[in-house]
């Protein structure tokens, strides 16, 4: 465990002194020591000068000739606000009554770094002496020289230094030295941090009740120690102890008379901020928000603005100490979390209103508290609010003459004010935009709110006259507006109607438009284009002189008149009709359209367009069945005083449903196919098309296989064409009644689905596909299923007679194995075999050769047939050699075979390859192996025991045997002691002893180690038969005692 661990929460001040500047040497120090501390920061505080142990330190500082780095004050955990003080002197000695103003923090620790040779070190040295309240450590540095340890021994008997209070530092120590060093410096400054911190609060703990009777002292002295108590157990990070001493510190101070109270709001102030910040660090987070939210509630009315605005602040950056849910947790048992938001959010701005009539001049400070009650309040979800705050700063900005930040703000506002029905503000803000709008000139923007004032009932005759200014206004530049009706949907109003709820593809549908203003004057428009979704094609109106302008109602039949301009998917009807829209005026529109496509007509916009010569300007009003993104919303007051958010699509555009279904085909798919199929085999398939439409169809057919991203699965027209995943052919003209027959080659990898499409036009609609689709499974199977077993080739050999030491040793065994194959048939048909082929796969360290397969031919031309549930056996010679340390060997493989099926229309059936692949084979490493066997059956006390060691090699390799028998206190044995003899590959050899037990029931066999010189390695020896135990230290005999008779 890190030893900085145990300080998890101090918060003493660490001084750092003497460091110079312009030394590299230094530098490097400097940044070692700020990576140390770096990582423990949040353990640190900032100290102060005003002590008399901070006056020494400073001192020492000044009186150095060199140019010193800063003091290091890094930073607490808590982030720089007035929560922590970040100044000498804080805010809290500011705030303190007289009685407290002596408390001062000061370093509870000093770090002097000072050249060993520097001219005024011991002065410097003898004053830091002199304050012995103050930690300290001195760290003398130099470079390497002969009179170091002189002149350091020196300076600790002149100075009277303690030796673990003066250090020395060579500027040529390596790098993971000096790092080292720096940590032992830290941890030295944090113990010694702590340790003061213990003992001042020790101290002030036996004064607390020495200089007066108890329950008779001063209250105001009381106070003073209670808060010191609590100021020590802060700075240890004691924050449980701190939270109890200044709760007892804020009931002195409440108990105090009023008379006795100097800057008594302050100090309230100053001590409720202190339980708050600790309620929120011990995690409290219900009791910080009622500490809190109480504060706020019986806060004074009468304090100045000022003051008000910076306590609001204050407790505002408590928010910065909890997690992002903190002010969700708040609660109390007699409110709702609404009214602490409420609360929090009008003391935020309640010190706005009070700041801006006091303080109207000084902006810095209204426009920050603004935005921290507009945050509160969006976390209450208190919707209103959030838009009086809006308003307001709006209205700042446009008093500072900030127009661009004032139009940025009123985007977001204005259509929310609306929906809200605060007409007095919405037509208070849209007004001035207009004016910031018509000064910045706008031209856009003026259009716009232009076009808002006219859908609302607050317009007027100047709105009217504006819109139809700047509609055909002669302005510079040439740019196209768009302007989108969605904040304006009652500006015009439209109807779309069906004479049917459905229709199919190529079939005729009449369609009425009826289209209303809501504008108190005439508009000149220049086109009206409906645009559709999906199925229908847009349909545009263009403007010509009409015969009769004051009609109410215009009625246009465009069924002849309609015209199609462009190609493909940008086509669209153009009609000529009469569309000025005069004031509350309907124009209705009949025509006809013919879908080429599936789904819902449905509309998507409908877009008037006024064009002038130097722009067109275009209002699109869209449809509430697809543009869901901008729902109209309105709210609606809560009977408990909060605000109901509704919303829903706009209904600017009426239309009923009319669903577009494909025409019904007549047609007719039939497949023949004779399964099942074999893995890799090339199948013909018959498809047969049947008209059955009242006239002659033109058609074509696509055939694709289901899985369109595999491709093991492939077709095609001929056996001998390239094979694909979907192919397509033209069939021409078919006939009533008629059929076409067609032939598709297969082939098959997997079970699939194949797709087969028939699309075809009749000669009446030639411009309208019908499709009709059919699929059908195939079933693909594998030919065969194949077993198999591996055994050895090579046969035991008779023992060698003699041991013959000169034998050479050889480096690599070979093993001779049978791999034999089972192979069995499982479709319905015969199938011929002509070749077999098996690979395995290579491994760096062996050899593998395979021979070719030998096995029951059963035809004359030397091929298998397989039939159906009939096994056929084939074997492979396998020769592997490897090395000796090669444990045991894993392999794998596969058996390719070539075959067809074996029908009287042989030739009919191409050659087939399949590869089976097997499972990994393991192919063991034999070992040699010993065993201990008695030569008697039940062995007894006092008798001489045979005992035989059987030595097996069953590897294809010599093995040198170096073997030594040890003494064992229970038994006496007759029998080589050492040996040193060969053992032949694929023999054995047996050794005979005579054993004679001593004492006891079971005693412990000699304990012979045999060594396999070539490896190193020990050979296991296993007792056999149920006398001998075999245990880990060796072998135990159990024997029976001789009864005398």
Same mark, same amino acid.
């Given at each position: 465990m890190d030893k900085l661990d145990q300080f998890q929460h101090p918060q003493a001040a660490i001084a750092i002194d003497g460091l110079d500047a312009d030394d590299p040497f230094v530098r490097g120090l400097w940044s070692l020591l700020e990576a140390a501390l770096g990582k423990h920061s949040r353990l640190l505080w900032p100290p102060l000068h005003s002590s008399s142990s901070s006056t020494s330190a400073s001192s020492l500082s000044s009186a150095s000739s060199h140019a010193a780095l800063p003091l290091l004050y890094p930073v607490a955990s808590v982030s720089a606000s007035a929560l922590t003080p970040s100044s000498s002197p804080p805010p809290?000695?500011? *705030?303190?009554?007289?009685?407290?103003?002596?408390?001062?923090?000061?370093?509870c620790a000093l770090l002097l770094f000072r050249p060993l040779h520097e001219p005024l070190l011991l002065p410097h040295l003898t004053v830091l002496r002199s304050s012995p309240t103050l930690p300290f450590l001195v760290v003398l540095y130099s470079a390497p020289a002969a009179s170091v340890d002189a002149r350091i021994a020196s300076i600790r008997k002149s100075a009277s230094l303690d030796p673990r209070s003066l250090l020395f530092l060579s500027t040529a120590a390596p790098k993971h030295q000096l790092a080292a060093f720096v940590r032992d410096l830290v941890l030295f400054a944090f113990s010694a941090a702590t340790e003061h911190c213990s003992a001042s609060f020790k101290r002030l703990r036996k004064d607390r009740y020495?200089?007066?009777?108890?329950? +008779?002292?001063?209250?105001?002295?009381?106070?003073?120690?209670?808060?010191?108590?609590?100021?020590?157990?802060?700075?240890?990070?004691?924050?449980?102890?701190?939270?109890?001493?200044?709760?007892?510190?804020?009931?002195?101070?409440?108990?105090?008379?009023? /008379?006795?109270?100097?800057?008594?709001?302050? *100090?309230?102030?100053?001590?409720?901020?202190?339980?708050?910040?600790?309620h929120a660090h011990l995690g409290h987070l219900s009791s910080c928000g009622s500490e809190f939210y109480h504060y706020l509630e019986t806060m004074k009315a009468d304090t100045a603005d000022l003051w008000i605005a910076q306590r609001y602040e204050i407790f505002g950056d408590l928010f910065a100490l909890a997690p992002a849910e903190f002010p969700l947790t708040f609660a109390s048992e007699n409110a709702p979390p609404e009214s602490h938001f409420g609360n929090a959010g009008m003391a935020y701005f309640r010190a706005f209103l009070r700041l801006r009539e006091g303080h109207g001049a000084d902006r810095n400070h209204l426009l920050p508290l603004l935005s921290k009650a507009r945050d509160v309040f969006t976390r209450g979800n208190n919707l209103r609010m959030v838009l009086t705050c809006d308003y307001h700063t709006a209205k700042m900005e446009y008093d500072r003459d900030n127009f661009s930040e004032f139009l940025k703000i009123t985007d977001t506002i204005v259509p929310r004010l609306m929906e809200s029905r605060w007409l007095m503000l919405f037509e208070e803000l849209q007004q001035i935009a207009l004016k910031c709008a018509q000064t910045l000139a706008d031209f856009e923007r003026q259009l716009r709110l232009s076009v808002s004032f006219l859908s609302k009932d607050i317009s007027t005759s100047e709105h009217r006259d504006l819109f139809q200014s700047l509609l055909h206004a002669d302005t510079s530049g040439s740019e196209d507006v768009e302007i989108d009706l969605q904040e304006s949907p009652t500006l015009f109003s439209a109807r779309v109607t069906y004479r049917e709820s459905k229709a199919f593809v190529?079939?005729?549908?009449? $369609?009425?438009?009826?289209?209303?203003?809501?504008?108190?004057?005439?508009?000149?428009?220049?086109?009206?284009?409906?645009?559709?979704?999906?199925?229908?094609?847009?349909?545009?109106?263009?403007?010509?002189?009409?015969?009769?302008? @004051? /009609?109410?109602?215009?009625?246009?039949?465009? +069924?002849?008149? &309609?015209?199609?301009?462009? /190609?493909?998917?940008?086509?669209?009807?153009?009609?000529?009709?009469?569309?000025?829209?005069?004031?509350?005026?309907?124009?209705?529109?009949?025509?006809?359209?013919?879908?080429?496509?599936?789904? %819902?007509?449905? $509309?998507?916009?409908?877009?008037?367009?006024?064009?002038?010569?130097?722009?067109?300007?275009?209002?699109?009003?869209? =449809?509430?069945?697809?543009?869901?993104?901008?729902?109209h919303t309105w709210y609606e007051s809560l009977e408990n005083g909060g605000v109901?958010?509704?919303?829903?699509?706009?209904?600017?555009? #009426? =239309?009923?449903?009319?669903?577009? *279904?494909?025409?019904?085909?007549?047609?007719?798919?039939?497949?023949?196919?004779?399964?099942?199929?074999?893995?890799?085999?090339?199948?013909?398939?018959?498809?047969?098309?049947?008209?059955?439409?009242?006239? %002659?169809?033109?058609?074509?057919?696509?055939?694709?296989?289901?899985?369109? &991203?595999?491709?093991?699965?492939?077709?095609?027209?001929?056996? %001998?064409?390239s094979p694909t995943t979907e192919i397509s052919k033209s069939l021409g003209i078919i006939s009533t009644s008629a059929s076409t027959l067609l032939y598709i080659h297969l082939l098959y990898q997997k079970q699939t689905t194949l797709e087969l499409i028939s699309k075809y036009t009749l000669p009446s609609d030639p411009a309208t596909w019908i499709t009709k689709s059919a699929q059908l499974k195939i079933q693909v199977i594998s030919p065969f299923r194949a077993t198999h077993k591996l055994l050895p080739r090579a046969t035991q050999r008779e023992s060698a007679a003699v041991f013959d030491l000169d034998i050479p040793i050889g480096k690599y065994i070979t093993q001779s194995l049978y791999f034999v194959i089972g192979i069995m048939g499982i479709g319905p048909f015969e199938l011929k075999i002509d070749k077999m082929m098996m690979k395995v796969d290579q491994n760096p360290v062996v050899r593998i %050769?395979?021979?070719?397969?030998?096995?029951?031919?059963?035809?004359?031309?030397?091929?298998? !047939?397989?039939?159906? &549930? @009939?096994?056929?056996?084939?074997?492979?010679?396998?020769? !592997?050699?490897?090395? $000796?340390?090669?444990?045991?060997? !894993?392999?794998?493989?596969?058996?390719? &075979? #070539?075959?067809?099926?074996?029908?009287?229309?042989?030739?009919?059936?191409?050659?087939? @390859?399949?590869?089976? @692949?097997?499972?990994?084979?393991?192919?063991?490493?034999?070992?040699?192996?010993?065993?201990?066997?008695?030569?008697?059956?039940?062995?007894?006390?006092?008798?001489?025991?045979?005992?035989?060691?059987?030595?097996?090699?069953?590897?294809?390799?010599?093995?040198?045997? *170096?073997?030594?028998?040890?003494?064992?206190?229970?038994?006496?044995?007759?029998?080589?002691?050492?040996?040193?003899?060969?053992?032949?590959?694929?023999?054995?050899?047996?050794?005979?002893?005579?054993?004679?037990?001593?004492?006891?029931?079971?005693?412990?066999?000699?304990?012979? #180690?045999?060594?396999?010189?070539?490896?190193?390695?020990?050979?296991?020896?296993?007792?056999?038969?149920?006398?001998?135990?075999?245990?880990?230290?060796?072998?135990?005999?159990?024997?029976?005692?001789? $009864?005398?008779?």
């Open positions: 809290a000695l500011q *705030l303190l009554p007289r009685w407290l103003a002596s408390i001062a923090n000061h370093p020495r200089k007066a009777p108890s329950g +008779t002292q001063d209250p105001s002295r009381s106070l003073s120690i209670e808060y010191r108590l609590a100021h020590w157990s802060e700075l240890k990070g004691e924050w449980a102890i701190a939270l109890s001493h200044y709760s007892a510190a804020f009931q002195l101070y409440a108990a105090l008379p009023a /008379t006795d109270r100097l800057d008594a709001d302050e *100090l309230g102030d100053l001590l409720t901020l202190k339980i708050c910040k600790l190529g079939s005729s549908i009449p $369609i009425q438009f009826l289209l209303t203003s809501n504008i108190h004057g005439p508009l000149a428009l220049s086109t009206i284009r409906i645009e559709f979704y999906g199925a229908l094609k847009p349909v545009e109106f263009r403007s010509v002189a009409s015969q009769d302008p @004051s /009609t109410l109602f215009k009625y246009h039949d465009l +069924t002849s008149d &309609m015209s199609l301009e462009g /190609t493909g998917e940008n086509s669209y009807f153009v009609v000529e009709a009469d569309i000025n829209v005069l004031p509350n005026s309907t124009l209705i529109f009949q025509f006809v359209q013919i879908p080429r496509e599936v789904g %819902d007509a449905k $509309i998507s916009s409908i877009v008037f367009a006024a064009s002038s010569p130097n722009r067109t300007v275009r209002l699109v009003l869209p =449809s509430p069945d697809l543009d869901t993104s901008h729902p109901k958010c509704i919303q829903q699509p706009l209904a600017a555009i #009426r =239309s009923n449903v009319l669903k577009i *279904l494909p025409k019904p085909p007549k047609i007719k798919i039939e497949s023949s196919f004779e399964g099942p199929a074999f893995v890799g085999e090339v199948v013909p398939l018959n498809v047969e098309i049947v008209n059955e439409e009242d006239e %002659d169809v033109v058609a074509e057919v696509i055939v694709r296989v289901k899985e369109e &991203m595999d491709e093991k699965n492939q077709v095609s027209w001929t056996r %001998d064409g %050769d395979i021979s070719p397969f030998s096995g029951c031919k059963s035809t004359e031309d030397g091929q298998i !047939v397989i039939r159906q &549930m @009939s096994v056929h056996n084939a074997s492979f010679e396998m020769t !592997v050699e490897r090395e $000796i340390q090669v444990a045991d060997l !894993v392999i794998g493989g596969s058996l390719e &075979m #070539r075959w067809r099926r074996m029908e009287p229309l042989d030739e009919s059936h191409e050659w087939v @390859s399949t590869i089976l @692949s097997f499972p990994q084979l393991n192919i063991p490493n034999l070992s040699p192996t010993v065993l201990a066997e008695l030569g008697q059956e039940s062995p007894s006390l006092q008798d001489i025991i045979p005992i035989t060691y059987h030595f097996d090699n069953p590897t294809y390799r010599t093995l040198d045997l *170096l073997l030594n028998a040890e003494s064992s206190e229970a038994v006496a044995y007759a029998g080589p002691r050492k040996l040193q003899f060969r053992l032949l590959p694929l023999s054995s050899h047996t050794l005979h002893y005579n054993l004679l037990p001593i004492t006891l029931e079971t005693s412990r066999l000699p304990l012979l #180690r045999i060594i396999d010189t070539q490896t190193e390695r020990a050979l296991c020896v296993i007792g056999v038969g149920e006398n001998l135990i075999n245990d880990p230290n060796g072998i135990d005999i159990w024997y029976q005692r001789n $009864i005398s008779k």
